[in-house]
């Protein structure tokens, strides 16, 4: 693993990233003319497309990740972006449940 830093607020959300990229797939391109240095992250979720920039060092987590050139983005907003987070709560099985001993069923 190439992480020699202390987790900042963009590595922590990567690492959950990366999770949903194991979940669903995705692709990073270059696409963003703002950020040239920060490849965008698309995942395609049964709840619509969802994008985030990556900060460069955190690009190990996503080694497996294709690369795209020009990867269409749908033109959503962060607030439809999240919209579609919370779909994917609920709409989603639970794979794993809390034990018992914690206090939830």
Partial sequence: ???TKE????TERAHLLAV?????GGVLSYSDPLTPGW???????????????IHPDDLWLFEAVPVV??????????TVK????????H???????ARPEYGHP
């Fill in 1 to 3: 693993m190439a992480e």
């Fill in 7 to 10: 987790p900042d607020i963009y």
């Fill in 20 to 24: 949903m990229v194991a979940l669903f």
């Fill in 39 to 53: 490849p965008v992250l698309y995942v395609e979720s049964p709840a619509g497309q969802l994008s985030w920039h």
């Fill in 69 to 78: 050139e020009n990867y269409p983005w749908d033109q959503h907003s962060t």
């Fill in 82 to 89: 999240y919209r579609r987070v919370r779909a994917l709560l």
């Fill in 91 to 97: 709409d989603l099985p639970k794979m794993t449940y």
